[in-house]
Each structure stands twice: as C-alpha cells, then as structure tokens.
C-alpha cells in the first residue's frame, strides 16, 4: 500500500520532509540558547553590586568597554571643546537632548562627555556653557552607541551642531582629532552655575545583560520554529493518509484507477431515422423517391 513513497514524486517531499525538520529544530534550539544567555547574565548582574557605586578608575584602565567595565565610574582630566547636542533622548517621559561635549585629554585623544539633559527642541536651544580650563570629570562609562541603541537617530540631515549618534565612528568625522570608543555620562548636574539647569543622565546597562525585549523575541521564535517543524511533520502524515487512502479505494474497485475521458457526445447522438424525409434543399434529394401523398 506505501509502494507509492518510492516513486520521484515522493522522493522529493520525503527529501524535504527530512532537511527541514532538523533545520527547524536547530534554529528553535538555537534561539532558546540566546534566551537562556541572557537569562543567565541578568541574573549575574543582579548578583554584583551596582557599578556606579563601585570605585572610580582612570579611564584607560577600564577600556575596552564591555558587560563588567559599561556603568563604572571612569575618571578623566582634560579641557572642553566642541559642543554638539544629541537630539531626540527621551527622559522621565519627556522628549529632549543631551548636551555633549569632547573633552580632551592629554593624552590627544577627546572622550565624549554627556554633561545633562534638557527638555524640547535641540534646535536653536540655549544651552549651558562647558566649564573652561582643566577639569576632571567623573562619569558612568558607557560603550559607543549603534544603529540599534534606543533614541538613536540614523537617517542623518540634522542641523549643524547636531548628532543622532553618540559613537566614535560618527563623532571622528566632525571633529579634527582622534575620539575614544566610549563616553561617559555625568552622575550629578555640574557644580555651582550654568551646568545646575540639566539633568544627569542614567548609564543605560550594557546590551544583552537583560531580560529586555529582545531576550523574549528569543522565546518566542524558539517556540515559533517548533511550531514549524511540527507543522511540516504533521502535513507529510496527512498527505501519505490521503495517498494511502487512494490506492486503498483503486485495490477495492471503489474508485476507477483511471478517471473516465469525458464522454463523447457525438456517440450519443441519436441514430438516423431512415424513414424521416430528407431536405428539399439538399443537393442530394431525390424528388422521384419522394412517396405521393
């Protein structure tokens, strides 16, 4: 009765049938490993203490930035000079900007210092001057944003003065010295003046540390490519139950193992009446074996 599995037909969906459960099973374990990966950081970050009250270090001792050293105090010394502002940063659900300035260190190189947030439009903003001269900043270190990083802006064509992303790859192009892969921002307004009106900005934690929105799109398409592979399993046992069924009904005479051509209507015609008269308007009427009435 399952002879017909052998046939070129059924090679091709057995084939199928046999790639993409396995596939689909895979990407379904793969996708629950991401999940248990980020279950387990965020309980490993619970456990450590809050890097912000953790002490302050030179910055160079803390780079490069990942999931240990992003939100540690970082310390650096030099003196401000471009200003940019950061549009579209929401915070305490208010829309605003962050007020971004390099600062240069000694070593020739500017960190990006976020000094506050302010509320409104970044455009034609009034915005607190930097303290001028040498100052050391103490501020929460966190890594170069992405396309990805929540309120960044990518599309581009901001005003002059303007970036949408906080990230050494952007800020380098604007700028006429080498920028750090990271910044910082500063935990408390600055003292005494200008710098009293902003309002810090909280270190984001670092990304993939979390259970955030991403961790449970990583359960969902774990359940979703087992789904599939149960969906493809469960359509090939009903095709083979309908194919089986078939050939079960041909054996047993029920069902015509060839479907009948359509019938030839010319063959039910009804046969010539000999005795009907023909038509006068044909050429082959014969009027001497016409019968006189």
Same mark, same amino acid.
């Given at each position: 009765m399952y002879r017909f599995l052998l046939t070129p037909r059924w090679w091709g969906i057995n084939l199928f049938v046999v790639l993409a459960i396995p596939f689909c099973v895979f990407m379904g374990t793969w996708q629950l490993g991401r999940f248990e990966d980020r279950v387990q950081s965020h309980e490993q970050a619970e456990k450590q203490p809050d890097p912000s009250t953790r002490a302050a270090k030179p910055l160079d001792e803390l780079l490069p930035v990942d999931k240990v050293t992003s939100g540690r105090p970082a310390v650096a010394t030099g003196t401000y000079a471009d200003q940019? %502002? !950061?549009? $579209? #940063? &929401? %915070? &305490? *659900? #208010?829309? $605003?900007?962050? !007020? %971004?300035?390099? %600062? #240069? +260190? *000694? +070593? $020739?190189k500017a960190l990006p210092v976020v000094r506050g947030w302010l509320p409104g439009s970044a455009s034609g903003a009034r915005v607190p001057a930097a303290p001028e001269g040498e100052v050391t900043v103490t501020g929460d270190l966190q890594a /170069? &944003?992405?396309?990805? /990083? *929540? $309120?960044v802006d990518v599309r581009g064509g901001l005003p002059g003065g303007q970036v949408g992303m906080i990230s050494a790859a952007t800020l380098v192009n604007l700028v006429p010295y080498d920028v750090y892969d990271a910044w910082v921002t500063l935990p408390e307004a600055e003292a005494g003046g200008t710098g009293g009106a902003m309002k810090p900005v909280p270190a984001a934690a670092p990304e993939g540390s979390g259970l955030d929105l991403k961790a449970f799109q990583n359960l969902g398409y774990t359940g979703e490519w087992f789904v599939f592979a149960g969906f493809v399993l469960f359509m090939w046992f009903r095709l083979v139950r309908r194919e089986a069924e078939a050939v079960r009904d041909i054996a047993l005479g029920l069902v015509p193992e060839d479907p009948a051509a359509p019938e030839d209507l010319s063959a039910q015609a009804a046969p010539e009446n000999p005795s009907a008269p023909e038509d006068p308007a044909s050429p082959d009427y014969d009027v001497a074996s016409t019968p006189v009435r």
């Open positions: 940019f %502002l !950061v549009p $579209g #940063r &929401e %915070l &305490e *659900d #208010r829309q $605003g900007f962050y !007020v %971004l300035n390099m %600062l #240069r +260190t *000694d +070593t $020739g /170069s &944003e992405n396309a990805h /990083s *929540d $309120g």
